[in-house]
């Protein structure tokens, strides 16, 4: 049991099994499960928190595996003192539990173009630490800033450049848990938004399993990219191609499948153990290596215990 020299006043919860917290629908517990009720009291337990205690800041657990022997860890699950979107002219604030499409809808309301984030999985923390995108379009063009408290309590502001906001990553610093961000976007018309949103929606439900219990995209595409995020035309390979190319689209072990409808897309197909979909990760990266030289990186986190 840790010992507080604060009471939260938020919810603690010891061994707290997190497979209903993501969307596979896998995973062991987490030592304990933090969900703060405001900020001060994110802040106040941070602090009052030993440094020999591990955090794993969990956003609605869209691109993660929880391994099956859970996390050594505290985690923290920001929720509705969280979730406030604001639009103030061209700038979007959006704390980091609002979901992504949530804020691409209350934007396009307010006539502020953040379309691009209707159709991406999970919640601002995780587009932002991520540096998530689509249709050409990231979290690194129309970031400002981002809000943060420290391991230590400490509440900062971060400039989006100090992130150095690349393919798929950042460099926030560990421990550090997101609270908020702002964007600035341009103008447009809440109609024409609305109407582009839902071409995007009808999009992604003809090429992508989005009936089906997956993280989206397993893994990055493997090469091509600047550090801006931006896909370069001449080297542009995507994942899902060379995992075509290495016959394993459908692939399965245990309840684990690539998806037969878009092959860089892992899904549960029923009883499926995180270790099921992690080695079946593993196995198309071996026979993409073998059979095209090409090293696939994970783009799904996968954190804890075997």
């Given amino acids: 049991m840790i010992q507080l020299s604060y009471t939260p006043r938020g919810t603690l919860t010891p061994q707290r099994p997190l497979a209903d917290l993501t969307w596979l629908r896998v995973g062991g517990p987490a030592d304990y499960l933090f969900q703060p009720a405001d900020l001060a009291d994110l802040q106040a337990f941070l602090a009052a928190l030993p440094e020999t205690v591990d955090v794993f800041p969990m956003g609605v657990g869209s691109n993660l595996i929880v391994r099956d022997g859970g996390i050594r860890a505290v985690v923290i699950r920001l929720g509705r003192g969280f979730n406030a979107i604001e639009v103030d002219g061209t700038r979007v604030i959006a704390g980091a539990a609002a979901l992504d499409a949530h804020v691409a809808r209350k934007a396009a309301q307010g006539g502020v173009d953040l379309t691009f984030l209707r159709t991406i999985p999970g919640s601002i923390g995780g587009a932002v630490r991520m540096n998530a995108g689509c249709y050409g379009v990231y979290v690194a063009d129309h970031l400002v800033e981002a809000h943060a408290v420290t391991r230590e309590g400490q509440s900062v502001v971060i400039p989006a450049k100090d992130l150095a906001l690349g393919y798929r990553q950042s460099t926030l610093p560990e421990g550090y848990v997101l609270t908020a961000a702002v964007f600035e976007a341009p103008l447009g018309d809440p109609e024409v938004l609305e109407a582009r949103m839902l071409d995007q929606l009808a999009k992604r439900d003809a090429s992508q399993p989005t009936k089906e219990r997956s993280a989206g995209s397993t893994f990055r595409n493997p090469a091509g990219f600047s550090s801006t995020g931006k896909a370069d035309d001449v080297h542009d390979l995507k994942a899902w191609k060379v995992i075509d190319e290495a016959g394993m689209r459908g692939a399965t072990r245990g309840g684990a499948q690539m998806s037969p ?41 996968r954190i804890g215990d075997f």
């Fill in 261 to 301: 409808m878009h092959s860089n897309f892992m899904i549960n197909i029923g009883g499926a153990t995180a270790r099921d979909l992690e080695e079946l990760g593993e196995d198309v990266r071996k026979k993409v290596l073998q059979t095209q030289g090409i090293t696939l990186e994970w783009e799904i986190k």
